[in-house]
């Protein structure tokens, strides 16, 4: 199978879904001639031209609000944001527009769009609203953590007929997996166990799981214990059914988070837990979330903001 | 009744001047004073009001209430409740009826207090960046809330010069005479069907009413004398029955046969609206999501909503 780059996935994915729907379009600062601020959109405007891929000026609200209008007519914009972190100088139209117009027109408009583009890097460009942006009934979020997911999630999220986010992640970009040729397609919803265990579960999306599968390996070589590395995917809609099933059969589980603790994704995934599997867990829940501050700037710091594999060796060992 | 409720009583000739200039192809969307609008876009009484009492009748089944009118079947895009975030939809409508090849344009209506959003000068300099088939009307009724336009907004010339920053042709004119209305938008349209170009019309109207339901300083912004002075003066539906008379083309018995005709319709609403079922509580989660509500593939797989 070849081996490709989580860019190349993305890439691959949003070539394919422009060559398959004439109302795909993608929009975004620097998508067209510059190719992608991060090079996921290369060589699509020389292929598909000026109609298809449309460079934005930089205007958020505009572009996305732009986006949500025309998916109200059928088109099915991919709306690129340079960087998540920018989505709050369009908040009102990601919250109220994208996330509430299908409810208050009672059913009558729906919003075929996605937004995407990369959750992290840089005190005002490094946050990851997966969390706040799933609170919202009414979206979708998909967070992918391999080239193998980042394509069929793509692809998926393209043909729905509802709005989705994918939050990507500039870390990820270079990283490469196993990606079949032929086309394939992932449902939201779906967790993937990255890795088989029995002693312990770690729970993750995006970056987060790769930091994972890294502690399950220390795991095993250094200290014997088998981790199962639960990768959830997507974040609305959530595989609970997955999350229980491997806590039920290994009794414990450490959420690993790249949202700041305070009502991040493993909060919720963590009062789930509490509920529905109390009977079945051996240890309380833990968390392995960033540093509750800003991002930092000072690269070495930088590092051990973020969740780390020790990070999560060390909270594995206090309950294991 | 409960909420907001923005009325329109006033600005009548503007709603009804310029949307009865639309064909199958035009699109229309507009703010939380729109309840002109839907009935002018042809939505019926019984459904407007209906949604007003927030029953599942209504035309947003009694989930978007007074500021979320909605009917797609009628080119109306609602009825959007925060200042100015209609504005950058309008431009979305727009630009998909140029990138299918469609020869329509989008009406796309805001308040003068709007104007001061930073989504609608993004929304312009988009518009004429791209050609895109977008009408904006601003409906200068000179109060945002109780903030006069004095008080929120430095022009020169109008709000609507504004656009000669942009480079789009813009106008300025009184909204009380609706074949003034009409004529001036006409122009509009058809640059915006033809060439195609954005416009910018500034459109002189009042509103009689409070703000919303509540206004507690209603009598402090603004002089009850000035608001006399607008329903005898100014009034756009009196203006014209007054001309429709002198011209001979309606009887005085029409006329009243007509208020009377409409004083029943609304009756007989409000009678439709108070018999007709309140939405159920499950109808809470539905029209959250497309794929949901149909259950598709997508719409059985993971968990969507997190009650328990
Ligand atoms: C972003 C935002 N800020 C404030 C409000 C509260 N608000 C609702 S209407 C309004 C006044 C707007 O005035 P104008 O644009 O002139 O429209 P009009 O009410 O006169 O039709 C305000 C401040 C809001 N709905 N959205
Ligand atoms: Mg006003």
Redesign the pocket.
């Known amino acids: 199978m070849p081996v490709i780059t989580y860019r190349k996935a993305l890439n691959d994915a949003l070539a394919e879904e422009l060559a398959r729907d004439e109302n795909v379009v993608i929009i975004g600062e620097e998508v067209a001639q510059y190719n992608g601020a991060y090079k996921v959109t290369e060589e699509l405007w020389k292929r598909f031209g000026d109609k298809r891929v449309v460079d934005a000026p930089i205007s958020e609200a505009g572009f996305i609000g732009l986006g949500i209008g025309a998916s109200m007519l059928g088109l099915r914009p991919v709306v690129e944001l340079m960087f998540w972190s920018f989505a709050f100088v369009a908040y ?1 139209q990601i919250v109220n527009n994208a996330g509430c117009i299908r409810y208050m027109s009672g059913g009558l408009v729906n919003l075929p769009l996605v937004i995407r583009g990369p959750a992290n890097g840089g005190t005002t460009h490094s946050h990851t609203p997966e969390s706040s942006l799933a609170n919202h009934p009414g979206v979708r979020v998909v967070c992918p953590a391999t080239a193998y997911d980042a394509k069929g999630l793509m692809k998926t999220a393209i043909r729905d007929n509802d709005p989705v986010f994918v939050m990507e992640n500039t870390l990820l970009y270079g990283e490469t997996w196993e990606v079949p040729e032929e086309e394939y397609l992932i449902p939201l919803g779906v967790a993937d166990v990255k890795r088989e265990g029995r002693d312990l579960s770690l729970i993750a999306h995006g970056r987060a799981v790769m930091t994972s599968l890294k502690a399950a390996k220390i795991l095993a070589a250094e200290h014997g214990i088998k981790a199962e590395v639960v990768d959830l995917r997507s974040i609305r809609p959530l595989d609970e059914e997955a999350i229980l099933q491997s806590v039920r059969k290994t009794h414990r589980a450490v959420l690993v988070d790249e949202n700041k603790p305070f009502c991040a994704v493993s909060a919720q995934i963590a009062a789930m837990i509490q509920e529905k599997a109390f009977d079945d867990l051996d240890a309380p829940v833990q968390r392995v979330c960033a540093l509750d501050a800003p991002a930092i700037y000072s690269p070495p710091l930088e590092k051990q903001q973020l969740p780390t594999a020790e990070r999560v060796v060390e909270k594995v060992l206090s309950i294991a | 009744m409960g909420g907001f409720l ?1 009325l329109y009583v006033g ?1 009548e000739a503007v709603a009804v001047g310029t949307i009865s200039l639309c064909d199958e192809d035009d699109q229309i969307i507009g ?3 729109t309840h002109g609008h839907a009935l002018a876009v042809g939505l019926t009484m019984n459904a407007c009001m209906a949604e007003l009492f927030g029953k599942a009748t209504g035309c947003s089944k009694g989930k978007g209430g007074s500021m979320h009118f909605f009917a797609p079947d009628k080119n109306f895009w609602g009825g959007h ?5 209609q504005t950058p939809l309008g431009l979305g409508l727009a630009f998909a009826l140029k990138y299918k090849g469609v020869k329509g344009c989008c009406l796309c209506f ?6 001061n ?1 930073g989504a609608y000068h993004e929304s312009l300099n988009l518009a004429s960046l791209w050609n895109l088939p977008v009408i904006y009307i601003v ?3 000179r ?3 109780g ?1 006069s336009l004095q008080r929120s907004s430095v022009y020169r010339k109008c709000l609507a010069a504004r656009a000669e920053g942009y480079d789009i042709e813009w106008d300025r004119f009184n909204g009380e005479d609706i074949y003034e209305v009409r004529a001036r938008t006409w122009k509009a349209i058809q640059r915006a069907r033809h060439e195609p170009r954005p416009s910018v019309l500034e459109i002189a109207t009042y ?1 009689y009413y409070g ?2 339901v509540s206004d507690a300083n209603a009598k402090k912004y603004r002089s009850p004398e000035e608001i006399e002075r607008h329903r005898k003066l100014h009034d756009p539906i009196q203006l014209w029955q007054k001309r429709l008379l002198e011209e001979g083309i309606l009887t005085a018995d029409q006329a009243a046969e007509m208020d009377e005709g409409a004083a029943a319709e609304a009756a007989e609403a409000v009678r439709f609206a108070e018999e007709s079922p309140l939405p159920q509580k499950a109808d809470l989660f539905s029209d959250v999501y497309y794929e949901v509500d149909r259950q598709t593939r997508a719409g059985r797989t993971g968990r969507y909503f997190f009650n328990d």
């Open positions: 009102d | 923005h600005q703010g939380y004073r409740g925060v200042v100015a975030g805001l308040g003068d207090g709007a104007v959003q409906e200068n009724n109060y945002s809330m903030t509103r703000h919303s």
